[in-house]
């Protein structure tokens, strides 16, 4: 059996390429769209981190004008005022995100600082008690310290915590860019 130029070209993928050929200019778009954010972010991580804190200010508002609806449509539930008070408290949070997005980056990372904190004691407690049942329980005191290790950093440093996070995102939003760019011209070769 010969393989086509085409199944040769795509490494024997000619039916996924022939599917994807239509797709490669909104592929090609996407790769363009992902490079851009993702230079943005890292050449200004600020605007980024700030940009993020306002999509949850919408997020939360939204959400929680959608609980409070949902709860007063629904008062024959027991306990419907819990879903007001619940939408009401993210109607607050996306309030306050939306009016100081920077004090919410730092309050997200001071979080996200608190989660890895709690998660590495939790990850160091389960190494020593799993010492002597088990090999290589080391890697998970490792992560343990490394999880403890960037969450006092996150709680101590939030605002460059959050910097980080932008950096991170910019960081893979480049490099998803870059291969889909390399999806869109393998394509437009079939």
Excluded at 41 to 58: H, K, N, S
Excluded at 77 to 98: C, Q
Aim: avoid cysteine; charge should be positive.
């Amino acid at each position: 059996m010969t393989a086509s130029p085409s199944s040769a070209q795509f490494g024997g993928e000619s039916a996924a390429a022939l599917l994807l050929a239509p797709a490669r200019p909104a592929i090609a778009l996407r790769a363009i769209l992902a490079v851009a954010f993702g230079l943005v972010a890292l050449l200004r991580p600020d605007l980024t981190v700030l940009a993020l804190a306002v999509a949850f200010g919408a997020y939360a508002l939204v959400d929680g004008v959608a609980r409070v609806v949902d709860a007063v449509r629904h008062r024959d539930r027991a306990r419907w005022w819990f879903g007001v008070m619940y939408g009401l408290l993210g109607i607050a949070a996306g309030v306050i995100a939306l009016v100081w997005p920077g004090i919410t980056a730092v309050a997200l990372a001071v979080v996200v600082g608190v989660w890895a904190l709690v998660t590495g004691v939790v990850e160091l407690i389960a190494a020593y008690r799993l010492r002597s049942m088990m090999r290589g329980v080391w890697l998970l005191a490792l992560a343990g310290a490394l999880s403890v290790v960037a969450g006092v950093l996150l709680v101590i440093e939030p605002v460059a915590g959050a910097i980080g996070l932008a950096v991170l995102i910019g960081s893979f939003a480049v490099i998803y860019g870059a291969v889909l760019a390399v999806v869109a011209m393998r394509l437009s070769q079939g």
